[in-house]
């Protein structure tokens, strides 16, 4: 595939006009991922779209440079410059074009910040991620939100947390290493079970540490009536640190499943004739764990389990699974669910 000559890397000189007055911060040397360079200061017409060179650039120094990279050579770290999330190439546009043919993931770069003054919700929301990165020393991308003031919440958690591992080990604790324990034992665990109970498909434009900011807010921080589903204060204690104990001990794939389970009867009429196929094709459904024929103004008894979230009612599973796989059965008239308030089963019982 040829490269599109009309086409070129972002211009850096363009995106820095956007931002009014800067301050430039240098990063040293460090390791950035190839996909985030997207643009060059200077040679931007140089490189198409997906930064390969174009036809009237000279490919002898391009072809040396990758017979450099898989001979595995050590090159000099390129030039970058960074406006939030993206990096422009001041110098190394042919080392970075060879990174990305031939499939390198990471390059050495040295990276001068571009810290912008705009007072844009995209900006501020940067600078306190910054911020929150550098004071706990957390891998940086492993927490993304989508909200302003968010991640000055969890630094507050964090320091909670301090507090509570200095009382119990009677020694101050620092604070990136209570940032670590937190992360590891009250916030991966609660990520795991809102991702483990789909919560996350409801809100398709929130991240997991979106919902796990809102959930522990409205859990921890200020108890109240909430939207998000019934049942989920068995599973959650009311505190962050007696959360945390009842995770501490389990790994991730034995955290419990954000799911409840539904029990519900079906009484069902049918056309008499296709009472054994109605049957059959009933028992059939994972759902379904028993189906009896029974005598009197119904014609079957069936009792299902569902599974849903927290974040559905009862009644809307029920009447989606009855919709979707029990009325579709051929010889089915007419349906009646029952939902039991309380139950009690012997244990051992067996009809």
């Known amino acids: 595939m040829e490269p599109n000559t009309e086409s070129h890397v972002d211009s850096f000189n363009e995106q820095q006009e956007k931002e009014g007055k800067v301050e430039f911060v240098d990063h040293g040397i460090m390791t950035v991922a190839v996909e985030k360079i997207i643009g060059s200061v200077g040679k931007y017409h140089d490189f198409d779209s997906q930064f390969r060179p174009k036809r009237q650039i000279s490919s002898k120094r391009f072809s040396d440079i990758k017979r450099a990279m898989r001979s595995g050579r050590p090159l000099p770290p390129v030039k970058l410059y960074q406006i939030r999330n993206d990096y422009y190439v001041l110098d190394g546009n042919h080392r970075v074009a060879a990174s990305k043919e031939l499939g390198r993931t990471d390059i050495q770069a040295k990276v001068i910040e571009l810290l912008s003054s705009l007072n844009t919700m995209e900006n501020l929301l940067y600078i306190e991620k910054k911020k929150f990165y550098e004071n706990t020393g957390l891998p940086p991308q492993n927490i993304l939100l989508t909200e302003i003031g968010k991640y000055n919440y969890l630094e507050v958690q964090i320091k909670a947390h301090k507090n509570h591992l200095t009382l119990i080990s009677g020694t101050e604790t620092d604070f990136k290493k209570a940032a670590e324990d937190w ?155 029952i939902i039991p308030g309380i139950s009690k089963v012997k244990e051992g019982f067996f009809c």
């Open 183 to 337: 992360y590891n034992t009250i916030f991966l665990p609660l990520t795991a079970l809102i991702k483990n109970g789909q919560l996350d498909k409801h809100f398709p434009r929130r991240t997991l540490a979106d919902l796990y900011a809102y959930i522990s807010y409205h859990h921890w921080e200020r108890p109240s009536s909430r939207q998000y589903g019934i049942g989920i204060d068995r599973l959650i204690p009311r505190s962050m640190e007696a959360f945390r104990s009842a995770m501490l001990e389990k790994t991730i794939p034995d955290y419990p499943e954000m799911k409840r389970s539904i029990t519900a009867f079906i009484m069902i009429n049918m056309d008499t004739s296709t009472n054994v196929k109605v049957i059959d094709k009933l028992f059939a459904l994972d759902e379904v764990q028993e189906v009896h024929s029974v005598h009197g103004t119904i014609d079957i008894l069936a009792k299902i389990i569902l599974k849903r979230d927290f974040l559905a009612s009862d009644a809307e599973i029920i009447a989606e699974f009855v919709d979707q796989k029990i009325r579709k059965i051929h010889g089915i008239n007419r349906t009646q669910t």
